[in-house]
């Protein structure tokens, strides 16, 4: 220091020489003066803060009564370990002390564990456990059993803290209609059992609850203290109102836990489980709302039917009922007597139809008919193959002196007369001995 001051210019500025030295600078020079120098044996101490994170690096500090030593140990050599480490635990540690440059920090890096004994805390815990199941505050025939419908709640918890908004949340989904009382009390720190224990005798005294939480959210085992001390569990104890403890995760076991009536897992476990039977309820209430609706819906039908059974039933025995009866049936034989008429007058008009027309058919004058068509038919066949028909056509006969037809060239002679014969007369010829080519 005192080269610095001796460095230092009239005016109060600091000479730009050799001697000043960047935050960054000086900081790495401390750390290779400790991870050169300090060479640590084993350090004994207590787990404390344990952190896995997902890169499978645990951070922890370790602690005895009078400092603290923040702890890393890597993956790699985490794997080797056959301790398994947790909050609360004595241990005895080896490795190499490191200074992370960001925040100017020193650090053990862990290399080797030992497990010495079980922590302080831890021991307390089992002493404190051991003395109270002695004294039969863990018996199950002690627990009282929780109401079938819990309508009025008392939650004992830090009003802050996440653990009382999970389970609002829980019991407002769950469409719980009772009263909840959040009761404030330090859950962590100094005083906080004093303050759960003062809340649990509060509301004994004023007999208003079916139903008492106590809670808070998971931590390590010095966050969770404060429901293993003997008035927090003295005070459940002798709690008349049944008590649910909901302290932590569901790996977490605290004293309160024992004692309490029933446990849950984490608070929303517990909201979970008391609003189970109102849900539970609402459910049956919903499934008889809608049996009875469809049992009256379908007895209303039911009489319907039977009312107008009934009434039209009444209304055919009545002398009005009759008379329009019968009126029906007679209307029904009118009109069955009608068209059975209808079709046998049909029947014999047909009949007689059919009768006319084969008397028609075999009349003279129908017979003289036929026959004239017949006879003027052949007339026109005959016709057609006649020899004036042939002549009209465009032939010629021609005819010898006798008269005869002439037929074949051969009959023809010289010097011999002929006659031809058309279609409109006859012509006179004479025929000449025709070449014989």
Known sequence: MAGWLDDMEPTGGIARDEGVES????????????????????????????????????????????????????????????????????????????????????QLIVRTIKEDGVGRLQREFEALKKRLADEGLFERDQKKSLPALALKVGFVTSPTGAAVQDFVRIMIRRGWQGRLTVLPAKVQGVGAAAEIAAMIAWAVDRGDFDVLVIGRGGGSLEDLWAFNEETVVRAIAASPIPVVSAVGHEIDFTLSDFTADVRAET???????????????????????????EAIQNSWQDARVAYRGLSDRLRLLTPHGQIEQGWLRRDDMANRLRSGLAACLEGSRHRLSKMHSAFVAQTPERRIEFESHRLLS????????????????????????????????????????????????????????????
């Open 23 to 106: 935050v960054s600078k000086f900081t790495r020079r401390i750390k290779v003066l400790l991870e050169s120098d300090a060479i640590p044996g084993w350090i004994q101490g207590e787990v404390s803060n344990l952190r896995r994170q997902s890169s499978g690096h645990t951070y922890f500090v370790l602690k005895d009564a009078g400092a603290q030593l923040s702890c890393v140990m890597f993956r790699g050599d985490g794997a080797r370990q056959t301790v398994e480490l947790r909050d609360g635990q004595q241990v005895l540690l080896a490795g190499r002390v490191s200074v992370y440059e960001a925040r100017g920090q020193y």
């Open 267 to 293: 608070p929303s476990a517990a909201a979970e489980l008391i609003s189970s039977a109102y849900a539970e309820m609402n459910d049956r209430l919903a499934v008889a709302r809608v049996g009875l609706h």
């Open 378 to 437: 052949l007339w026109k066949r005959l016709q057609s193959v006649s020899p004036q028909a042939t002549l009209r056509r465009g032939f010629v006969v021609i005819r010898d002196e006798a008269g005869k037809p002439v037929l074949r060239k051969s009959a023809v002679s010289g010097d011999r007369p002929y006659e031809a014969e058309f279609s409109d007369g006859r012509v006179k010829m004479r025929s000449f001995k025709a070449d014989s080519s």
